[in-house]
């Protein structure tokens, strides 16, 4: 047993007693003080209780209270009950056959174990594995006879991502998107509404590849875009291997070098002569990958609609973090978003929320995208970053690849990919939906209509077909006027009256609108 110093109670008492170090920090943690006070700071409560709150110096008195007042951590009980001897929990649940926390902590060691214990019959009026208040829940609990628990874990065994209902995540419950997309249809008219759909939707794609430092690729901006009409809301299981094969087909090309699950290490970093390889993140073995998107699919499968951004969110980063693809990740993770939105019914049909679009709409933006990547890859990263290697030579592997990558601590890492704790990126999605929806759509829908009313107001001076008038606006607001090439392909702009009356026009359609477009 660890040393400690006296006032750690809870999950942190049990932390150093059992020698168990959680990669995914405490939502909660307490302790014993001379006063009782509550802080808070970055979405983490740190909670000083007075000395008659002290839990016996036990394993039941300190499991009792983490559960009780710290909430459940699935990724440090599966660590601390690989550590606990089966005994230690029978004992506790047969002294205390009908007490709620022991009855969960036991189905809970079962549950995520595998393994049953020396138990024979417990009683006690049934009770939640998770609170629905504090945890998105699956929406429909099984029963549990054994324990008399009603088990409403959102995923599986092989993956159950955690998400607690902070107040942001409560808030992206509540926020209405379709009722955002009416009041811009009651701003703008639906006619200006939907050709902002069909502009917003290549937008996306197009900043989807700048976030894959792949913005140039015209080609693959068109395909993507194509592949978001096309796909979006449309498969039952988009996660299945048939599924992701054809989206990563569909949104890579047909050439692309490795399609389907892959079957090779990958990490996500960077490699150069002079720096050599810098590691961000280790991505789980790829024998687990048919378990966890199972995993990931329950989750999707067994909660509700009405956490559509929740499941959104879910679905995205739970994605990008398995790392299911031997490339393509990042851009089908943001097309989750979308499907996930369109198949419970938040985001209609055309329409195409241009998250990426927002993420890259300022570099404040992207590196908040960033950091909530790392929010989750740091930690993991901290504690078995000295488990990479890089061999002498590269090793084939079964789906072609050829890598020199090694990791040493697949399964001690394995809690950290099985139960991840995704509060911290919903809340951030939330965030990034209520800008796109406010910002960078309502911005698009107004410059469509500029456009629109441009068009037609040129149409008065200049006769010619729209493809003319919109490559003379477009030149206007570029260039700041009518240039010399433009004169040149359109004769009729030697007139210097009739350009100051277009010029004009321009100014005034676009007054008090970005060059966004």
Same mark, same amino acid.
């Given at each position: 047993?660890?040393?400690?110093?006296?006032?750690?109670?809870?999950?942190?008492?049990?932390?150093?007693?059992?020698?168990?170090?959680?990669?995914?920090?405490?939502?909660?943690?307490?302790?014993?003080?001379?006063?009782?006070?509550?802080?808070?700071?970055?979405?983490?409560?740190?909670?000083?209780?007075?000395?008659?709150?002290?839990?016996?110096?036990?394993?039941?008195?300190?499991?009792?209270?983490?559960?009780?007042?710290?909430?459940?951590?699935?990724?440090?009980?599966?660590?601390?009950?690989?550590?606990?001897?089966?005994?230690?929990?029978?004992?506790?649940?047969?002294?205390?056959?009908?007490?709620?926390?022991?009855?969960?902590?036991?189905?809970?060691?079962?549950?995520? !174990?595998?393994?049953?214990?020396?138990?024979?019959?417990?009683?006690?009026?049934?009770?939640?594995?998770?609170?629905?208040?504090?945890?998105?829940?699956?929406?429909?609990?099984?029963?549990?006879?054994?324990?008399?628990?009603?088990?409403?874990?959102?995923?599986?065994?092989?993956?159950?991502?955690?998400?607690?209902? !902070?107040?942001?995540?409560?808030?992206?419950?509540?926020?209405?998107?379709?009722?955002?997309?009416?009041?811009?249809?009651?701003?703008?008219?639906?006619?200006?509404?939907?050709?902002?759909?069909?502009?917003?939707?290549?937008?996306?794609?197009?900043?989807?590849?700048?976030?894959?430092?792949?913005?140039?690729?015209?080609?693959?901006?068109?395909?993507?875009?194509?592949?978001?009409?096309?796909?979006?809301?449309?498969?039952?299981?988009?996660?299945?291997?048939?599924?992701?094969?054809?989206?990563?087909?569909?949104?890579?090309?047909?050439?692309?070098?490795?399609?389907?699950?892959?079957?090779?290490?990958?990490?996500?970093?960077?490699?150069?002569?002079?720096?050599?390889?810098?590691?961000?993140?280790?991505?789980?073995?790829?024998?687990?990958?048919?378990?966890?998107?199972?995993?990931?699919?329950?989750?999707?499968?067994?909660?509700?609609?009405?956490?559509?951004?929740?499941?959104?969110?879910?679905?995205?980063?739970?994605?990008?973090?398995?790392?299911?693809?031997?490339?393509?990740?990042?851009?089908?993770?943001?097309?989750?978003?979308?499907?996930?939105?369109?198949?419970?019914?938040?985001?209609?049909?055309?329409?195409?929320?241009?998250?990426?679009?927002?993420? !890259?709409?300022?570099?404040?933006?992207?590196?908040?995208?960033?950091?909530?990547?790392?929010?989750?890859?740091?930690?993991?990263?901290?504690?078995?970053?000295?488990?990479?290697?890089?061999?002498?030579?590269?090793?084939?592997?079964?789906?072609?690849?050829?890598?020199?990558?090694?990791?040493?601590?697949?399964?001690?890492?394995?809690?950290?990919?099985?139960?991840?704790?995704?509060?911290?990126?919903?809340?951030?999605?939330?965030?990034?939906?209520?800008?796109?929806?406010?910002?960078?759509?309502?911005?698009?829908?107004?410059?469509?209509?500029?456009?629109?009313?441009?068009?037609?107001?040129?149409?008065?001076?200049?006769?010619?077909?729209?493809?003319?008038?919109?490559?003379?606006?477009?030149?206007?607001?570029?260039?700041?006027?009518?240039?010399?090439?433009?004169?040149?392909?359109?004769?009729?702009?030697?007139?210097?009256?009739?350009?100051?009356?277009?010029?004009?026009?321009?100014?005034?359609?676009?007054?008090?609108?970005?060059?966004?477009?």
């Amino acid at each position: 047993m660890a040393r400690q110093n006296g006032d750690e109670i809870g999950y942190a008492w049990l932390a150093s007693t059992y020698d168990v170090d959680a990669v995914q920090p405490f939502s909660v943690e307490s302790r014993i003080s001379r006063a009782r006070h509550t802080l808070e700071h970055e979405g983490r409560r740190s909670e000083a209780y007075l000395e008659s709150m002290r839990p016996a110096a036990t394993l039941s008195g300190h499991l009792t209270f983490a559960l009780k007042h710290e909430g459940v951590h699935l990724e440090f009980l599966a660590r601390l009950f690989q550590k606990l001897p089966p005994e230690s929990l029978s004992e506790w649940v047969r002294s205390e056959p009908t007490g709620q926390y022991a009855r969960r902590a036991g189905f809970l060691y079962e549950w995520l !174990t595998g393994a049953r214990l020396d138990i024979a019959e417990t009683g006690g009026n049934y009770r939640d594995a998770l609170s629905p208040d504090d945890y998105v829940t699956a929406t429909h609990p099984r029963r549990n006879r054994r324990w008399r628990i009603n088990d409403n874990l959102p995923g599986s065994r092989d993956y159950c991502p955690m998400v607690r209902r !902070t107040s942001s995540v409560e808030r992206s419950r509540d926020y209405d998107i379709r009722h955002q997309l009416e009041s811009m249809e009651g701003e703008f008219g639906a006619d200006i509404l939907r050709r902002s759909a069909v502009w917003l939707t290549i937008k996306e794609s197009r900043a989807s590849f700048v976030i894959e430092h792949e913005g140039g690729h015209q080609g693959r901006i068109q395909r993507f875009a194509a592949a978001m009409e096309a796909y979006c809301g449309q498969w039952e299981d988009p996660l299945a291997p048939e599924a992701l094969g054809e989206l990563q087909s569909a949104i890579l090309g047909v050439a692309t070098i490795q399609p389907g699950l892959r079957q090779s290490p990958v990490f996500v970093g960077s490699r150069s002569v002079t720096q050599g390889a810098v590691v961000h993140y280790v991505c789980p073995p790829w024998a687990w990958l048919p378990d966890l998107l199972r995993g990931l699919n329950h989750f999707l499968e067994s909660t509700g609609q009405e956490d559509a951004i929740t499941r959104a969110a879910v679905a995205s980063f739970g994605f990008v973090f398995i790392h299911p693809l031997a490339d393509g990740n990042g851009r089908i993770s943001r097309f989750l978003i979308n499907d996930i939105l369109r198949r419970d019914g938040a985001v209609p049909e055309p329409f195409i929320l241009p998250i990426s679009a927002a993420i !890259t709409s300022s570099s404040m933006r992207r590196i908040e995208y960033d950091r909530v990547l790392e929010r989750y890859s740091r930690p993991l990263m901290r504690h078995y970053g000295d488990a990479v290697g890089f061999l002498n030579r590269r090793r084939s592997y079964p789906d072609g690849i050829e890598s020199d990558f090694t990791f040493s601590a697949y399964e001690e890492a394995g809690p950290t990919w099985r139960y991840p704790d995704l509060t911290d990126q919903v809340e951030y999605l939330e965030e990034i939906v209520r800008y796109t929806l406010e910002h960078e759509m309502h911005q698009q829908a107004a410059i469509q209509r500029a456009w629109y009313v441009t068009r037609e107001a040129i149409k008065e001076w200049v006769e010619g077909p729209d493809e003319h008038m919109d490559r003379i606006i477009r030149a206007i607001r570029q260039h700041g006027g009518v240039s010399g090439k433009l004169r040149r392909d359109f004769p009729v702009l030697d007139d210097a009256a009739l350009v100051e009356r277009l010029e004009a026009i321009v100014a005034d359609g676009f007054a008090g609108i970005g060059q966004s477009e």
